[in-house]
């Protein structure tokens, strides 16, 4: 059987090839990778592990700092799949040193320097280098040796190209120029590209080189080039004669022209564009390809600052050799009229002017060849330009094009592809996860050349994560804070970014002056607009997307619909289908922009329109969630969430009347969806701020939603003190009619209280005034809650009527969220009558309907019902995985009386699984909640409760008992709940 082999590639980033052929480049920790790549720079060369240990934690405590590097090197076997045992691994330790077996593995890093020691094969070592050196990771030791290499490529690629002069004076040219493009100020290697080419009859080319260098030294350094490369260029100048004339039509050529290329190489790595990279180059590669069709020219379109231009540079600098050479970059955003388009091309292109038509040179130039033109920044020369494009197209059958652009060309001739922001981390991601996603590599890439001692530890990454959140991935506001990080700590850049444009703003000179502020890049982008400014800064007061019909009431505008695709197409705004149809948004940075640009007479009426056009949403989605379409309008709640909540904050301090009525009418939403923190948080405001003339039903609405709120956060005497707030409301406005609801919430509460006759009382009261009525849906509601009151009575029979009445009621009106809580409790019946089996299926019934509906808080009470059947049937595991997915959502949602019940209910799986103390402390920490929210154990779960308990006191002790009991009694409501994770199906 073959030995298993591993390859390791640093140049350009850290890659390993698996023996079954597999890449890796992602590790479970960035220190992972760095101890993989530093022994893989000195493959077989054993490292001390206290070297080790102290290189990679200084200022760790020595067995800390050991501990921590087995944890990394355990870490690099599970990554690497390495199995073998020490004789045939590929990291083989012992207790003294570490090293990677070279006869298991090597590293393009090793074989560099091996070639370089061997001074033999030169084509080898150009071959090996790809790039920088780990560009990733900023250890001091693998920046030195990055240093070294990038030093050592330049010295190869000269010697090479200086071997190759004799014979292959083309490839000694290419080999040249290459080194120059990797150390652009190094005059000797300009020097030698510019004896080269004047030995193959290019003086002008060679001159260009010059020029090249001469204003790079002047803009980087201030310095003019030495005496000697000066005196030189004055000798090629004096004989220099043009390089290629375009032919005109009497002249036909007589050999074909000799091609070189403007692009440069990318002087950064480029992150996240992988997909993208790909379908370019294969776009763009000579002759048929896969990804082009009948299509020539991709257009990259996406907003500014958005990396369409970096991209290009990348496929135009890998594709110089497939097109020998005829490859261009023309730089368009200093041209405003079309028509100068055909000049600017000829001079990048290099070509000698004559009087001859300027694309007629240009088609004659090319003439049959294969030849790749980027034009970059195209978005305002559309109108015109285009044509321009289209005859080069149709006169150049070998031609392809890159088009970078923020406006959509509308062209039948090219293939877009859309350029969007680099993906930030999400808010729950591990250390692992956040140093690999292309927003962070880009930003510590930049924070690493600004402050080479800039150090991260996971709690700095968690702030990197963030700020790369706060900036959307937006690579241009990415590179301009990683620049800041020579001045700023993460901390202080992070505080910094509540004013993003002041802080967002660079001086780095290889940025275009429209680039160098990302206030001034979208800018750009507005100035281009024609007559429709006003529009785009009225979907400022928009939060998180808006439909068409929004955009119409909002901003006033019955062209809504043409002018959103117009912002669509100079990608000012985004958009998608959805459920309601299109979906238009606007990220983050442009909205802030387009915010500062709305004037504050238009803005007070926008922000004006936009409240009473959210409340009114609000109202009808109310209204029809309680019918047939519950879910349909629950997710449009949920979609326009961040709408809801402008709407809210502004109307509180400038419109309390309609603050008042919008959170009255979303309570309901909060409440099926269990926001009820944010129910709490919003009802509490607009109450508080609600004016005196306000709208006295909206009002009692509003105080009602906030005592359902505070009764589920555990706030029962605040509860209690709104609810009658809300009766007294309704009946000093003589709407004696509406006191239902108010009365139906008081009776659930004071019934899970164990006040089992006031809770009758209040709801019987407030049933008889809904038959008044003849409220169906309330009717139904308000028997379900008296066929759990007559179950915690033992009243089954009752209970029964009581209960499939409402469920029939339910199910013909298609009041889905009450079906759900009428099939949980017709369940919870029939366990009180044994029959387990009728049970489940009851139970499963109402965990689908509740999460079809999304109803979270309903789900997670379901599941601890199931739970409580697969304990009894010995299902422990499934037991198990229910409650903890039960309290992490009762957790979540704020609703911490459902944590206590999941908490219960643990403790008796605790003690079928034979952990009494846990068992214990699960039980105390659930007393302890329900202590202060005054809830006892459900009765109906007591006798399982009771019987449990004891067994579990008779197995501990008295005293080990209490001593557990303490322990979990005084545990704050989260470290209880973290409890669960102690619990083991095998203790």
């Known amino acids: 059987m073959p030995q298993p082999y591993w390859r390791i590639r640093m140049f350009g980033g850290l890659r390993v090839t698996l023996p079954d052929g597999q890449e890796v480049t992602r590790f479970e920790t960035r220190k992972a990778g760095s101890l993989l790549a530093t022994l893989a720079l000195d493959m077989g060369r054993s490292r001390d592990r206290n070297e080790l240990a102290d290189l990679f934690w200084p200022g760790d405590e020595p067995e800390l700092s050991r501990n921590s590097l087995r944890q990394a090197l355990a870490s690099i076997r599970r990554t690497i799949h390495d199995d073998g045992h020490e ?42 280098y790809g790039g920088p050196l780990l560009p990733e990771m900023a250890e001091d030791h693998i920046a030195a040796r990055r240093d070294y290499f990038a030093e050592q490529n330049v010295v190869t690629r000269l010697k090479l190209a200086a071997h190759l002069a004799d014979g292959n004076l083309p490839a000694a040219i290419d080999c040249a120029i290459g080194a120059v493009a990797f150390d652009p100020l190094r005059e000797e290697s300009t020097l030698l590209v510019m004896e080269l080419l004047a030995r193959a009859g290019r003086a002008p080319d060679a001159l260009r080189h010059y020029r090249n260098l001469e204003n790079k030294l002047k803009a980087e350094l201030n310095i003019e080039p030495s005496e000697i490369v000066q005196v030189f260029a004055r000798k090629l100048a004096s004989k220099a004669r043009p390089r290629i004339v375009a032919h005109t039509a009497a002249e036909a050529p007589t050999q074909r022209p000799t091609f070189e290329s403007n692009a440069t190489i990318p002087l950064t790595p480029i992150f996240g564009r992988d997909a993208e990279l790909a379908f370019l180059m294969d776009f763009s590669t000579p002759g048929e390809s896969a990804s082009t069709g009948a299509a020539r020219v991709a257009t990259l379109r996406g907003p500014g600052g958005i990396g369409k231009t970096r991209l290009a540079q990348e496929v135009a600098w890998r594709q110089r050799e497939a097109y020998s050479g005829a490859v261009w970059f023309v730089q368009l955003a200093e041209v405003r009229k079309p028509a100068e388009i055909p000049s600017r091309t000829i001079e990048s292109l290099g070509i000698q002017p004559t009087s001859e038509d ?125 620049s800041r990080a020579q001045t700023l700590s993460l901390d202080e850049m992070l505080e910094a970014l509540d004013d993003r444009f002041g802080l967002l703003s660079s001086e780095h000179r290889d940025l275009p002056e429209r680039q160098r502020t990302l206030r001034e890049s979208i800018r750009w982008s507005y100035q281009l607009l024609p007559d429709f400014k006003s529009f785009f800064t009225k979907l400022s007061v928009f939060r998180g997307g808006w439909t068409q019909a929004a955009a119409e009431a909002v901003c006033d505008e019955p062209e809504s619909p043409k002018l959103l695709e117009h912002l669509r197409d100079r990608s000012l705004i985004t958009s998608e289908h959805g459920p309601d149809g299109s979906r238009f948004g606007m990220l983050e940075t442009v909205r802030e922009f387009a915010a500062e640009e709305l004037p504050p007479n238009d803005a007070l009426e926008a922000n004006w329109r936009h409240a009473e056009y959210f409340a009114g949403l609000a109202h009808l989605a109310h209204e029809e969630a ?64 609600a004016p005196a003339d306000c709208n006295r039903a909206a009002l009692g609405r509003a105080f009602h939603g906030l005592g359902v709120s505070s009764r589920f956060l ?34 659930i509460m004071e019934y899970n209280q164990g006040n089992l006759s006031e809770g009758r009382k209040h709801l019987e009261r407030s ?144 003690a079928q699984l034979e952990d009494p103390p846990l068992a214990c402390k699960l039980w105390a920490a659930s007393e302890s909640i329900r202590e202060n929210l005054r809830s006892p154990v459900p009765p109906l779960y007591r006798d399982r409760y009771e019987t449990a308990r004891a067994e579990v006191e008779s197995a501990l002790g008295k005293d080990e008992f209490h001593k557990a009991w303490e322990a979990g009694r005084h545990l704050p409501a989260d470290a209880a709940i973290a409890l669960l994770s102690e619990l083991r199906l095998n203790p």
């Open 358 to 482: 300027e694309a007629t040179q240009i088609v004659r130039y090319l003439s049959d060849s294969d030849a790749l033109i980027v034009f970059d920044n195209f978005e305002q020369l559309v109108v015109g330009g285009t044509d321009i494009l289209q005859r080069l197209v149709e006169r150049l059958p070998k031609l392809r094009m890159l088009v970078t652009t923020r406006e959509r060309l509308n062209v039948g001739f090219d293939k877009e592809v859309t350029i969007g922001p680099l993906a930030p981390p999400a808010a729950d991601s591990e250390d692992g996860d956040i140093a690999d996603q292309p927003s962070v590599r880009l930003f510590l890439d930049r924070a690493h050349q600004a402050n080479a001692d800039l150090q991260l530890t996971p709690d700095t990454l968690l702030v990197v994560a963030r700020i790369c959140r706060h900036l959307e991935g937006i690579p241009l506001a990415l590179v301009i804070a990683g």
């Open 626 to 689: 309680l019918g047939g379409q519950q879910s349909k309008w629950l997710d449009t709640l949920s979609r326009e969430a961040d709408n809801m909540r402008a709407a809210l904050a502004w109307s509180i301090e400038n419109a309390g009347h309609i603050a008042i009525e919008l959170a009255a009418w979303l309570w309901f939403h909060w409440n099926v969806r269990g926001s009820q923190r944010e129910a709490h948080h919003w009802l509490s405001l607009a109450v508080e701020h």
């Open 87 to 128: 004789g045939n691994a590929f990291v083989q330790t012992d207790r003294i040193q570490v090293r990677l077996n070279p006869a298991l593995g090597t590293s393009d890093a090793f074989e560099f320097s091996q070639v370089l020691r061997a001074d033999s094969d030169l084509h080898a070592a150009v071959s090996l």
């Open 767 to 910: 049933l008889a005034i809904f038959v008044d009525k003849e409220d169906k849906r309330m009717i139904a509601m308000v028997r379900a809650n008296l066929g759990e009151l007559s179950i915690l009575e033992r009243n089954l029979e009752e209970a029964k009527e009581h209960l499939e009445a409402a469920l029939l009621i339910n199910r013909d009106i298609g009041n889905r969220v009450w079906q759900g809580h009428n099939l949980d409790a017709l369940g919870t019946l029939a366990l009180a009558k044994g029959d387990k089996e009728t049970a489940a299926r009851l139970f499963e019934e109402s965990l689908s309907v509740r999460d079809e509906i999304g109803d979270r808080s309903g789900g997670a009470y379901s599941r601890g019902q199931l739970a409580d059947v697969a304990v009894d049937e010995g299902r422990y595991e499934e037991a198990l995985g229910l409650l903890q997915e039960a309290v992490r959502t009762h957790a979540d949602i704020g609703k911490i009386g459902g944590a206590a019940e999941s908490l219960l209910r643990a403790g008796v799986l605790a």
């Open 714 to 747: 555990g706030d029962t005497d605040a509860a209690r003190e709104v609810l009658l707030r809300s009766i007294e409301i309704y009946e000093d406005a003589g709407e004696s009619e509406r006191l239902g609801n108010p009365l139906n919430s008081l009776g």
